[in-house]
């Protein structure tokens, strides 16, 4: 591991007299047997970030974006490093930005104690290729279990209740007993958390962890609204499927518009759904179904919508019934040669749509050509 992480940049740190280490989740996977996707570092004995700068900036491109919490980032040929010197932190608000943030003679164990877990808590000393684990980390990744590093930190941080929840269903670890308790005592903080920031988190539960077990601990914890209309965790095919049955508008109404387009789709099929209670859908509802499918694709590869949909799905598929009155193959011209006008033929075209979609007619040019004569002739 040590001459993996040996880089140029690095050894020119240690030559002027800085001690350089592996932090944070970049460890954490290496001990997993994970490859880390981003490497953190941080770097002890040095008065700023500005000192730090000056020593590696021939090297690539730095950028110190955030100079108050003491970091900066390094690229070299396209790798981004995050590289942070040690800090403190002293909560003075209920946001989860109200920190005061502490970089002078701050110790790399102090600094580990502001972490939120001991499993993320753990360093690796490069050059004496060794770890420090001031906290018992190692001994959780080993026994699977998550284990907060300091209660005061966590009580602070409601961010890092659904953390351990999104580890908890990524690594398939236990979260500790007094972790959980810690969870239940303060999830009423989260309410102090952004929409963005707990989206950030509940989507490495979707994309990255066992779904399952992320909704019974956010269910067990009783995060979120309770699990609705009785859906099962297989049913859950898409992102928008994963959001609607957590069931929190407050989530919702903050995700991208193509996955909230999908949730109020399916929020009013199962509006349609209540008012026909399972029955075959007359023609206006299946009409207004349609028109949904068809403004909306994406809501077919849902998993969470009533069984009654699938096979009105499959007559859609079928691409028989038109969607509005330009896709009908009888248009204004031919009505009016036949002799109706103004708002009769709106109302011969809503009359073909009708009964195409009660399957009384096809869309088909003659046959929708010889209903509105006979409809004329009465």
């Not at 009013?268 to 694709?297: A, H, Q, W």
Request: glycine letters at 6%.
């Amino acid at each position: 591991m040590k001459d993996k992480y040996l880089f140029d940049w690095v050894k020119k740190l240690i030559t002027n007299n800085l001690e350089v280490y592996l932090v944070g989740g970049t460890v954490r996977d290496y001990l997993l047997n994970i490859e880390p996707k981003d490497l953190d570092f941080l770097v002890v004995g040095s008065k700023d970030l500005l000192e730090i700068s000056n020593i590696i900036n021939k090297f690539g491109k730095v950028d110190i974006v955030g100079q108050s919490f003491g970091v900066l980032k390094l690229t070299i040929n396209g790798e981004t490093y995050d590289i942070a010197i040690p800090r403190k932190e002293t909560k003075v608000g209920d946001g989860h930005t109200d920190f005061i943030v502490e970089t002078e003679n701050v110790s790399l164990q102090e600094d580990m104690y502001r972490r939120d877990f001991t499993m993320n808590s753990i360093v690796y000393d490069i050059v004496n290729d060794c770890y420090l684990d001031f906290y018992k980390g190692m001994d959780d990744i080993y026994n699977k279990i998550i284990n907060v590093t300091n209660p005061k930190a966590f009580i602070e941080d409601p961010l890092r209740i659904l953390r351990a929840t999104q580890f908890s269903s990524r690594f398939g670890f236990n979260i500790h007993y007094d972790t959980r308790e810690l969870i239940l005592n303060n999830k009423h903080n989260l309410k102090y958390i952004s929409i963005e920031r707990i989206i950030i988190e509940l989507d490495k539960i979707y994309y990255k962890g066992d779904i399952n077990l992320g909704f019974e601990l956010l269910n067990e914890f009783n995060i979120f609204n309770e699990n609705i209309h009785n859906l099962l965790i297989e049913d859950i095919q898409t992102r928008a499927d994963f959001y609607f049955v957590l069931n929190d508008d407050s989530i919702n109404d903050k995700l991208d518009n193509e996955t909230k387009t999908i949730i109020n789709d399916i929020k009013k099929l199962y509006n349609l759904n209540n008012v026909l209670n399972g029955i075959d859908f007359p023609s206006n509802i299946r009409m207004e179904l349609f028109t949904i499918l068809y403004k909306n694709t994406g809501i077919m590869k849902s998993g969470v919508l009533p069984k009654i949909f699938n096979k009105y799905i499959k007559e859609f598929e079928t691409n028989l019934y038109p969607f509005s009155y330009k896709q009908l193959n009888i248009n204004g011209d031919t009505l009016m040669l036949l002799g109706f006008k103004g708002i009769d033929i709106k109302s011969m075209l809503n009359q073909c749509l009708i009964k195409i979609f009660s399957n009384d007619l096809i869309n088909d040019k003659d046959v929708l050509y010889n209903f509105c004569k006979e409809l004329r002739d009465k």
